[in-house]
């Protein structure tokens, strides 16, 4: 299960996940995304209650970055010592900008 909470101030968008981030869950935050994107000049992740990131998930990561590189930046945000390993295996870590 994964809880999305946003909110968007001044263009920015922050996402807030709470829950699991996988093959059941990525295709509701990929839609919401879809929805939401067009505008934001900064788009904040904060993983700060995300349990398990999977590579469904990871791939709408990807495409997030990817979107907002032409249009702004990205951030993730408190990450746990679980999604980071997550990120250092998969190469994730050189890739998104991680605060």
Partial sequence: MLNINKK???????YYLEGRLDTTTAPEL????????DGADTLIWDFEKLE????AGL??????QKKMS??????????NEVV???????GFSDILTIE
């Fill in 84 to 90: 980071m390993e997550i990120f250092d295996v998969t």
């Fill in 8 to 14: 968007s101030q001044d263009g920015t968008l922050y």
């Fill in 52 to 55: 398990y990131i999977s590579s």
């Fill in 59 to 64: 791939r709408v990561l990807l495409g997030a």
């Fill in 70 to 79: 032409k249009q702004g930046e990205m951030k993730v945000t408190n990450v």
């Fill in 30 to 37: 990929e839609k919401d995304l879809g929805e939401n994107l």
